[in-house]
């Protein structure tokens, strides 16, 4: 699952489902898209609806970061699931994006 929502200049990116090395390409290719066509200043990963994440997940968050850091934007993480919170721990991405 992927939607989006852009409200007062912050871009809301919702995946959900499995993050992993068989769709992880797919959501690249959509975030990137949404990326590059919108207009805003923050960007929120909500991984709310997340079922599964792999190493191929934090991957893909981290390109993204390095894209939106280059390009001025803030990133953060919005009501990551339980599965998806855990991930984040264990990788260290939380000491260099916030939860929100």
């Known amino acids: 699952m992927f939607d989006y929502t852009l409200k007062y200049r912050t871009l809301v990116a919702y995946i959900g489902g499995d993050i992993d090395h068989?769709?992880?390409?797919?959501?690249?290719?959509?975030?990137?898209?949404?990326?590059?066509?919108?207009?805003?200043?923050?960007?929120?990963?909500?991984?709310?609806?997340?079922?599964?994440?792999?190493?191929?997940?934090?991957?893909?968050?981290?390109?993204?970061?390095?894209?939106?850091?280059?390009?001025?934007?803030s990133v953060s993480f919005s009501k990551p699931s339980s599965v998806a919170d855990k991930v984040l721990k264990v990788s260290g991405l939380y000491t260099i994006i916030n939860k929100i």
């Open 22 to 73: 068989a769709n992880a390409p797919q959501i690249k290719l959509s975030l990137d898209n949404l990326i590059k066509t919108e207009s805003f200043d923050n960007f929120v990963i909500d991984l709310s609806a997340v079922t599964f994440m792999d190493s191929s997940a934090v991957g893909l968050i981290m390109g993204r970061y390095k894209l939106l850091k280059s390009m001025g934007k």
